[in-house]
């Protein structure tokens, strides 16, 4: 009995602390204000992509370059892979287009595989479409010397 009575005061006190750190959590604000997430009339929407533009430089070391062109309407699902319609070792040739890395014909395991591993089959996962949008928040990184890409 008194078991149980020491579990039920030991709840309530915890109960009671999490209930005063949720009414001081209230004072965080969002980025997006007080607009609900779906109000899209505070999100900046980008509709402007560099068409098929010198690629921008990428920012850290082992970064996935960015897409230079527009990707809208592309379709990337288990039975097709438009970007590999271009960028495929097959095809790049006769597009200008630049090659799918070795590295995508890898398993996980490291193993060689003659199609593109399916870890990295889905681009739009890390590649994205470059943009020169400004930043959401401010951003002061610099890279260390020694893995600056030259």
């Not at 965080?28 to 609900?36: E, F, I, T």
């Not at 505070?42 to 897409?67: C, E, F, V, W």
């Not at 951003?139 to 260390?144: D, G, M, S």
Request: hydrophobic fraction near 35%.
């Amino acid at each position: 009995m008194k078991k149980s009575i020491l579990f039920g005061l030991t709840l309530a006190i915890g109960l009671l602390g999490v209930a005063l750190t949720t009414v001081q959590a209230g004072t965080v604000q969002s980025l997006r204000g007080d607009a609900a997430i779906n109000d899209s009339s505070n999100s900046a929407m980008i509709t402007h992509y560099n068409k098929d533009g010198a690629p921008i430089p990428r920012d850290y070391l082992q970064q996935p370059p960015l897409i230079p062109h527009s990707v809208e309407g592309y379709q990337v699902n288990l039975k097709f892979n438009k970007c590999l319609s271009c960028h495929s070792w097959k095809n790049y040739r006769d597009h200008n287009a630049t090659k799918i890395s070795q590295t995508h014909f890898e398993s996980r395991d490291g193993a060689i595989m003659a199609n593109v591993s399916p870890r990295r089959y889905f681009c739009p996962q890390c590649h994205v479409p470059q943009t020169d949008a400004k930043p959401l928040v401010q951003n002061e990184f610099k890279p260390v010397d020694a893995l600056k890409i030259q």
